[in-house]
């Protein structure tokens, strides 16, 4: 056997060898829309994991976001900028943004791309407790933000110009301009062009240069599962708010009518979600406490004539808390106008209703033991002027009254006084 022919199984087994090493693994493809905070990063930060411990050929990030919470943020530009697998984040689709926090995570991507009608910036840091920050205070924040945005836009060799403009004045651009500016890489119109572009692309990994291999690559969606929606739901301020006044109103009503149980079961569960969104949310303790106080108010009322002066002041407290609760520069984490009014106005409704079918319970006639025979109409037995017995309610019963009495006459019973009733003529 010649030594060409012996050759040939080598040569077919390292032509073998040599595709199965080039074989595409698989895409992630990543949904991250809305606001940034611990759920979300929890979320992109286990997909990362995941795709790294199945050696994905890349991560796709498609991300349309407002911002959200520093740290949140930068527990995900942190694995983005450590992970050993091609990280894309793609602003997309149409109509989405990079803002704020965004705009961190984009720039720490190997590759940022966006789709046409899209837009990236509005970077500077806010105080998301409600409160003001002094003028130094504010300049540390901002200095930090910039010095954080210019080391990983070095790292990843984009404009450090316009990243620290984006955060020192806010500045917006379009995915074009982005593109001129040097702020991303690609303007893709959708996720196949997107992966056509990306194609052969080299990136930069801490374990070298790498060349993306994606046309035959397998894409994986990688979506939120039920666990995660609800956690991201939640931790809407609007939806917390509306959790945290029905918790509310359920202890309420537990309190007005110990031994319901399930009002005080609903208000428990509801209370709890909305102090796990809490954590992921700055609040105003101002207005918590306000509208705590609009609790207590209306509890008070219920044991103390105020004549209506406790409800108004709860109704007040309510109203005041509820506006202050989230009170933001930014817009995403504030409430709604319209969810406040309705949700007062149902709530305030609800209590109010209570209290009054409590009232109306309160004063409503006795219909069993001895306080039940007030009013009630009997006949008299015998001729008596003072003290006698009459016949009511199927028993015979000692009666005094304050004017004559004839056998057979109805009388009405005013007093129960021990074993005895007083009564008069009944009309």
């Avoid at 209570?354 to 006639?365: D, E, G, T, V």
């Amino acid at each position: 056997m010649s030594l060409k022919s012996r050759l040939i199984p080598f040569l077919i087994l390292a032509l073998f060898l040599s595709l199965a090493s080039r074989a595409s693994g698989a895409v992630y493809y990543v949904k991250a829309d809305g606001i940034i905070n611990p759920v979300m990063a929890e979320y992109i930060i286990g997909a990362l994991k995941k795709a790294a411990d199945e050696k994905a050929e890349a991560v796709i990030i498609e991300l349309d976001t407002p911002g959200g919470l520093d740290l949140s943020m930068r527990e995900i530009v942190k694995d983005i900028l450590s992970s050993d697998t091609p990280i894309i984040v793609y602003v997309a689709p149409g109509g989405s943004r990079a803002a704020s926090a965004g705009v961190f995570i984009t720039y720490a991507s190997n590759v940022a791309a966006m789709a046409p009608g899209t837009n990236i910036g509005s970077a500077h840091p806010v105080a998301m407790g409600g409160g003001k920050m002094d003028e130094t205070m504010s300049k540390k924040v901002e200095n930090d933000a910039v010095a954080y945005i210019k080391s990983i836009a070095a790292k990843r060799g984009r404009n450090a110009e316009w990243a620290e403009k984006a955060v020192r004045e806010s500045v917006n651009i379009t995915a074009e301009e982005a593109l001129k500016l040097g702020v991303i890489e690609i303007v893709a119109k959708d996720r196949a062009d997107l992966i056509d572009k990306l194609d052969g692309r080299k990136v930069e990994l801490s374990s070298g240069t790498r060349s993306l291999d994606l046309k035959a690559a397998e894409i994986k969606d990688h979506e939120m599962n039920l666990r995660f929606r609800i956690l991201n739901a939640i931790s809407n301020p609007n939806v917390a708010y509306i959790l945290m006044m029905i918790g509310l109103i359920g202890i309420y009503f537990e309190l007005s009518s110990p031994g319901a149980i399930l009002p005080g079961v609903v208000g428990a569960v509801c209370l709890i979600l909305a102090f796990y969104a809490f954590q992921t949310l700055s609040i105003n303790y101002a207005g918590l406490l306000l509208i705590g106080l609009a609790i207590v108010f209306f509890i008070v009322e219920l044991k103390v004539v105020s004549y209506g002066l406790l409800t108004i002041a709860g109704i007040v407290s309510l109203i005041l808390g509820s506006l202050m609760l989230f009170e933001s520069p930014a817009p995403f984490m504030r409430l709604s106008i319209w969810v406040i009014l309705p949700t007062v106005g149902f709530m305030t409704a609800a209590i109010l209703g209570a209290m009054y079918y409590a009232l109306k319970i309160y004063r409503r006639k006795p219909v069993s033991g001895k306080e039940g025979l007030v009013g009630e109409v009997g006949a008299v037995v015998d001729d008596f002027e003072s003290e006698g017995k009459i016949f009511i309610e199927g028993e015979y019963w000692n009666a005094t009254t304050d004017e004559p009495l004839r056998a057979g006459d109805k009388v009405k019973v005013v007093e129960v006084k021990g074993l005895s009733v007083r009564v008069k003529k009944a009309d």
